[in-house]
C-alpha cells in the first residue's frame, strides 16, 4: 500500500517483533535493522515505535492510503487481513473507510480513495 498519512506513531503491543512485522506487511512500511536485529518502521522519515505493554489498552491507528478501494481489498486478501466491520463511506463520500485490528487488537482506520 502507498501510505500517505500513519498516525499515532506510537502503538502498544504484546509481541513487539510479530505486531512490527504485521505492519511491515500490511501496510509495506520502510524497515531498518537497529540493535541486535531488532527491526524499526519508520514513516515519513520518522520512527514507529511500538511498545511493548500486554496491559495497555487498545488505540486507534488511522492510515491514510493513496491506493483506491479495489487495491485495498486485493491487498487485504493477499496478506489474509480480515475486516473488523464493514467499510464505510466518509463523510465527504471520495473515501472509504476499512476497519481491521491488528493482532493486538489495536483498531486501524485505513482510508482509501474510492
Known amino acids: 500500500m502507498r501510505v500517505r498519512k500513519f498516525s499515532p506513531l506510537q502503538i502498544p503491543a504484546n509481541n513487539v517483533p510479530n505486531t512490527v512485522r504485521f505492519y511491515r506487511e500490511v501496510f509495506d512500511l520502510p524497515t531498518e535493522f537497529g540493535i541486535n536485529e531488532a527491526r524499526h518502521l519508520y514513516f515519513n522519515k520518522q520512527s514507529i515505535v511500538f511498545n511493548e505493554a500486554p496491559d495497555a489498552d487498545p488505540i486507534t491507528v488511522q492510515v ?51
Not at 473488523?84 to 473507510?97: G, L, Q
Request: no cysteine.
Open 64 to 114: 491514510v492510503v493513496r491506493d483506491h478501494k479495489d487495491t485495498v481489498i486485493n491487498h487485504f486478501i493477499n496478506y489474509e487481513v480480515k475486516q473488523a466491520k464493514p467499510a464505510t463511506e466518509s463523510e465527504d463520500s471520495r473515501h472509504i473507510v476499512f476497519h481491521i485490528d491488528d493482532i493486538d487488537g489495536n483498531h486501524i482506520e485505513v482510508i482509501a480513495n474510492k
